[in-house]
């Protein structure tokens, strides 16, 4: 468990961070001109095209969630616009280029699916990291225990007795430590109290991490617990 303190340290770093990358001058001409170079890739019916600029949505999706976490943290209930616009515009790179995706890019969105009851993004998104982990591609299943979190909790809110349960048993399979807890304390009381506070220091502890692949790296979710929400 984490101390208070070093939550507080934790918080203050981020929010620090965030505010640092929103303090530069160029970015709304930027923004501008990215959102102009988006609308003309939308006429466009080439594929290939299309999908060389996605790295467009990528930086849209980071601009809106930092602008949107940001606002958020101060008090101002429109930053959850930005929030949602972060989320389409990771959606859609996914739905066309699902190549250049990780696994926790995708777990992050379907959580965030979850948490908006958004039935077609979610059965979309439960359907692609069910195959993506029953072929183990891409190849960072093991480093995911968000992953596992996400398909798990999709069992347990929408059902689907006619599918076979995912095989957890598997070589590939993430560690489920940081969850468990949580599904062993599904009804209440204090022990789903304590799961919780386990998995939002396990949250907090991966969001500075810079080894390996943590999760909840892409914003906005460094500072929004999404999967606790869902």
């Known amino acids: 468990m984490l101390s208070e303190k070093k939550r507080k340290s ?14 530069r001058p160029q970015l709304d001409s930027f923004y501008s001109k990215i959102e102009g170079e988006i609308e003309k890739l939308s006429k466009k019916e080439d594929p290939k095209s299309i999908s060389a600029g996605l790295y467009k949505f990528t930086f849209m999706a980071t601009l809106h969630g930092q602008r949107g976490l940001c606002e958020v943290l101060a008090g101002n209930v429109d930053g959850w616009s930005d929030i949602e616009k972060s989320f389409d515009y990771r959606f859609w790179n996914l739905r066309v280029d699902s190549c250049m995706t990780t696994v926790m890019e995708a777990s992050l969105l379907l959580v965030h ?44 809110a929408r059902p689907r007795s006619d599918l076979e349960s995912l095989d957890f048993s598997v070589k590939h399979a993430p560690s489920f430590a940081p969850y468990e807890g949580i599904f062993e304390n599904w009804h209440g009381g204090d022990g789903l109290v304590l799961a919780i506070e386990i998995a939002c220091d396990y949250h907090l502890s ?20 999404i999967e606790i929400i869902a």
């Not at 991966?206 to 692949?213: A, F, H, I, K, M």
Request: with cysteine; proline share 6%.
């Open 113 to 156: 699916a979850l948490a908006n009851n958004d039935v077609e993004k979610i059965e979309w998104l439960r359907n692609y990291q069910e195959r993506s982990f029953n072929d183990n591609v891409p190849n960072t299943w093991p480093f995911s225990s968000l992953g596992r979190f996400g398909l798990v909790l999709c069992e347990k």
């Open 10 to 23: 934790i918080h203050n770093k981020i929010v620090k961070d965030l505010k640092g990358w929103l303090d």
């Open 206 to 225: 991966q969001v500075l991490t810079e080894s390996g692949y943590p999760d909840f790296k892409i914003s906005p979710y460094g500072l929004m617990p």
